[in-house]
Nanobody, 122 residues
């Protein structure tokens, strides 16, 4: 059974850091593009970052560029999203999702995790 499970969310003060994990079961992450998306209350879902399968290229939304880093640990079949210099506007439920080999900012992903809440507040 294909499954993605996110973890690592929580409450953090502005300027703080969190590392989100996206662990896969039932398939091998390295063969798929993995995207991170977020959905804040009252706002539309948006793409945050993605790592492709074909060449490991990484992509970031302008709003997180320079602060977030996506990476993949093939041995652990897990993708991470390191989030630094967090801002209140980063508050959202964060989801990881998988699709074919190439990243896309559309929501045309085949499998989605259940999400993990990130709250940035003092």
């Amino acid at each position: 059974q294909v499954q993605l499970v996110e973890s690592g969310g929580g409450l953090v003060q502005p300027g703080g850091s969190l590392r989100l994990s996206c662990a896969a079961s039932g398939f091998t992450l390295v063969h798929y593009a993995i995207g991170w998306f977020r959905h804040a209350s009252g706002q539309e879902r948006e793409g945050v970052s993605c790592i492709s399968s074909s060449d490991g290229s990484t992509y970031y939304a302008d709003s997180v560029k320079g602060r977030f880093t996506i990476s993949r640990d093939n041995a652990k079949n897990t993708v991470y999203l390191q989030m630094n210099s967090l801002k209140p506007e980063d508050t959202a439920v964060y989801y990881c999702a998988s699709r074919g080999r190439k990243c896309s900012w559309s929501f045309s992903y085949d499998y989605w995790g259940q999400g993990t809440q990130v709250t940035v507040s003092s």
